[in-house]
């Protein structure tokens, strides 16, 4: 019922940024939350960042605090993830995901198809 499109993944080196971009669209007032998941070769996925569509509160994993910032225009059905001072350790796919209204926390049942981020030393 709701569909996610990534965009902005590509190289980087080391100390560069990206934008990554999420539209939604569908039935997208069923949203309750929005936000990003990553996962590295032979590693698990992990929570990146994550945000209310309604209330605007803002979670970010720990190990991107200060780097990263989510950001959302509820006009585009859109949110970004602005990722700064990139090191190699932040490469990965970058999956957008979102939670319906009552379903509880991300990760919800919508995913987009992921944008692989790579960074060069």
């Known amino acids: 019922q709701v569909q996610l499109v990534e965009s902005g993944g590509g190289l980087v080196q080391a100390g560069g940024s990206l934008r990554l971009s999420c539209t939604a669209s569908?039935?997208?007032?069923?949203?309750?939350?929005i936000g990003w998941f990553r996962q590295a070769p032979g590693k698990e996925r992990e929570f990146v960042a994550g945000?209310?569509?309604?209330?605007?509160?803002?979670s970010y994993a720990e190990s991107v605090k200060g780097r990263f910032t989510i950001s959302k225009d509820n006009a585009k059905n859109t949110v970004y993830l602005q990722m700064n001072s990139l090191s190699p350790e932040d490469t990965a796919v970058y999956s957008c995901?979102?939670?319906?209204?009552?379903?509880?926390?991300?990760?919800?049942?919508?995913w987009g198809q992921g944008t692989q981020v790579t960074v060069s030393s």
């Open positions: 945000i209310m569509w309604s209330l605007g509160s803002i």
């Open positions: 569908g039935r997208t007032f069923m949203m309750q939350t």
């Open positions: 995901n979102a939670a319906q209204i009552g379903s509880g926390p991300l990760p919800g049942d919508y």
